[in-house]
Structures are given as structure tokens and as C-alpha cells.
């Protein structure tokens, strides 16, 4: 059995997928495909896909207080290998310097992170199934169209935001270290401040000033075919730290397996 992959799994404990590369533009509503076994690409609006039938598409509730277990909540622990990616890709979406950002880390071997003030952007999952049940998919997408049929298209439901988030590293055994403050700092930028008042303990808290997402939870639509075009009757909810989103990239075929859902379908090949 393969062992999980820490950087799309550290937010499993808090019942979301991660955005490997955080944006501010990601929320509830938007489409994703799938793009590999644990990879997620952005595919558009769902507005943009369908047309619209007798119910609306569900209201966006935006800026709610994080749910109780996310914000000022330690993550999982990472290796620090697999830690100064995901750093350096938080730090990027802030606005800060990701040069040699590794470097200041150098005696850490774990990492974990803390997302302070975090606000949450929601759907109501059963408005969705409302609209889903009601609204036709467009003829005109040949590449979603096939997406859908092939059971590939996800809506996020729900997302987490931030400014400010704080790393806690340490050494071997868990035990304190101290962090290379001149390096670390190196990072800050008109937008990105970086307090290094805990350095010495392992801790470095960073701050911008536009809200980043970088968790995410979605459903998986499930659509029959008839007469060549997609027709929605069901969905799943993507498992935690299931897959992770990003922005773009090459689609890959996959095969399902029963771990990703309680709904399914059943492949056979013909000879």
C-alpha cells in the first residue's frame, strides 16, 4: 500500500482537500476535471456549462466564520521537504519572494501549519441538486460534454480563506529548532510581512493583505448519456484530502476506485 501524499493530505483531518497552488479567485460554484488519480483541473463556472431550468443556482453565503477544528488549528504533520512546497506556494498566492525559501529550514525535518482568522464560502449542496435535477448541460462544449459522461466534473461547495497563517517547525524527535531569521524574512514584500519573534522556537507567522483559498471541498456529478449528451442524476461528496486542485495541466485517463465514493460505476470491457 502507498503511503498517503502529505502534500494534498494535511488538511484531511479538518475535512478539506488542498489547492496545491492557493488562489484568490477559487470559490463555490466553480467546476473542476479530473487531470490524474489525485489531481483536479479548473474547468470553469458551472453557470457557464448548463442552462438553467425551473430553480435557480444555489445562493453563494459568503465570509462565515471558519467551522469550529480550522482556524488557530495546527494541520497534520508534514516532512519538511514536502512543507517548504507548500510554503512557498502560500507565500507566492500573498505575494511574497519564494527564492530560496527552503534554506531557511534547513535543520527542520517536520513542519505543520496554522491558518489564523480563516472565513469560509459556501453553497448549500442540496440547492445544487436542485438545480442540477431542473438545468440541461450546453451542447456546445465537446471536451465537458465528454467530462461529464465520463463522470470527471466536480463543483466545489465549499472553501477556506486566509491572510495569515503561521509554520511550526521542528527537528529530529520532534525537538525545537531554530530558524535562519535573515533567510526567512527574505521573503517579505509590500504585501507579505513576516514575523520572526519565535524563530528560535521554530515558529514563523506570515501575513498579506488579500485573502488567499487554499482548502476546498466539492461533489462529483454523475451523469447518464442519452443521445450523446449528459444527464445529471447524482452526485458524491469528494472525500477529504482525496485530490487537490490546480490551476491547469494535461488530462490523464484514470480508473476509479471504490475508496473515492460510495457512488460508483461499474467498467466493463468489451473483447
Excluded: W
Aim: proline share 4%; charged share 25%; hydrophobic share 40%.
Amino acid at each position: 500500500m502507498s503511503r498517503p501524499d502529505e502534500s494534498i493530505t494535511y488538511l484531511k483531518d479538518r475535512g478539506y482537500c488542498v489547492l496545491r497552488m492557493p488562489r484568490s479567485d477559487a470559490r463555490p460554484l466553480q467546476t473542476l476535471r479530473k487531470a490524474g488519480r489525485k489531481d483536479l483541473t479548473r474547468l470553469g463556472e458551472l453557470a457557464t456549462i448548463t442552462t438553467g431550468g425551473a430553480n435557480s443556482l444555489p445562493r453563494l453565503s459568503l465570509d462565515n466564520v471558519a467551522p469550529i477544528g480550522i482556524s488557530g488549528k495546527e494541520s497534520s504533520t508534514t516532512k519538511v521537504e514536502v512543507g517548504v512546497n507548500i510554503l512557498g506556494n502560500l507565500i507566492q498566492a500573498l505575494g511574497g519572494k519564494t527564492l530560496g525559501v527552503s534554506l531557511g529550514f534547513s535543520s527542520a525535518k517536520t513542519m505543520t501549519f496554522t491558518f489564523e482568522d480563516v472565513l469560509e464560502d459556501h453553497i448549500a449542496v442540496d440547492e445544487l441538486d436542485q438545480y442540477l435535477t431542473a438545468c440541461s448541460f450546453r451542447p456546445d462544449m465537446i471536451s465537458v460534454t465528454n467530462a461529464l459522461i465520463d463522470d470527471e466534473v466536480y463543483v466545489i461547495t465549499s472553501t477556506l480563506k486566509t491572510t495569515k497563517f503561521k509554520i511550526n517547525a521542528k527537528g529530529e524527535g520532534g525537538v525545537k529548532v531554530g530558524l535562519d531569521v535573515p533567510v526567512v524574512s527574505g521573503v517579505a514584500s509590500g504585501t507579505l510581512s513576516v514575523d520572526t519573534a519565535r524563530a528560535t522556537e521554530g515558529t514563523v507567522t506570515y501575513e498579506g493583505t488579500t485573502p488567499v483559498v487554499f482548502g476546498f471541498q466539492a461533489v462529483r456529478l454523475f451523469a447518464d448519456e442519452m443521445n450523446g449528451s449528459p444527464v445529471y442524476v447524482a452526485m458524491d461528496p469528494l472525500k477529504a484530502g482525496a485530490a487537490a486542485a490546480r490551476s491547469a495541466g494535461h488530462v490523464e485517463p484514470t480508473l476509479l476506485t471504490l475508496e473515492e465514493g460510495a457512488f460508483f460505476r461499474l467498467q466493463v470491457e468489451e473483447e
